[in-house]
């Protein structure tokens, strides 16, 4: 275990960045590559439109906070 938490470590530090858009509206978060039409953010205000980079902050929103990662711009390659 300690090794695959290194390689993600790693994983961050370099080009590999994921930008997640955070939809405040609906308690969505969208990975911004792939986030479009479908997602349903299109009625979200611009003041409940977030952008981020910190994996940590998602994830606490997740857990504390009852927001989902979108079905439709994650894609279920990452097994939690
Ligand atoms: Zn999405």
Known sequence: ?????F???K???????????????NKK??????????CGFLDTPVDKREFTAARDYVLTLESAEGFEFCTYCHKPQLVM
């Open 7 to 9: 390689f993600l470590f």
């Open 11 to 25: 994983g961050e530090k370099g080009a590999f960045t994921i930008t997640y858009f955070i939809d405040h509206k």
């Open 1 to 5: 275990m300690g090794s695959f938490r």
């Open 29 to 38: 978060i969208h990975d911004q590559r792939f986030a479009g039409d479908e």
